[in-house]
């Protein structure tokens, strides 16, 4: 059940996966590494911050509680660096304190739960997808006898 999601230039983006819980890194990365993203690890957020200082990122996903550097230190951290990847921020105690992406300077805000490796996928996948144009942006692009035709 190999699908990997690769760029035009059939290379497979790039996670940062971050996390002080061995056990938490282990399980996903090999969920994320399955659908073919390839996977480096930090065990803290500044590990993380180094790893970036050295290559590029698709995408980060950061867990909340870590010492010494939390996941809201660290993405504070990211986007005063002029970070513009996406970063998910995970949290078992996202409902509890009212993470919100609003708030944290993350795009996406997963609660750990029984749904999370779920939500995790289906975020990671739809972050990292080639954006599609909107459909009044594909109707531009039709010659114009399409257009009339595709508003009949």
Known sequence: MRSAHLSSSQNPAV?????????GILA?????EELGYQVISASCGT???????????????????????????????????????????LSGFA??????????GADIVIQKSANEIATLVRQTNRLLSPKKPAASQRAAKLPVRARNSAKS
């Open 15 to 23: 996670i940062l996966l971050v996390d002080d819980n061995h056990d």
């Open 28 to 32: 996903r990365r090999s969920v994320l």
């Open 95 to 104: 409902d509890t304190v009212g993470l919100r992406a609003e708030s944290t």
């Open 47 to 89: 590990e993380a911050l180094t790893r970036i200082e050295e290559q590029s990122f698709d995408l980060v996903i950061t867990d909340f509680k870590m010492s010494p550097m939390n996941g809201l230190e660290l993405i504070a951290r990211l986007r005063q660096r002029d970070f513009a990847k996406p970063i998910i921020l």
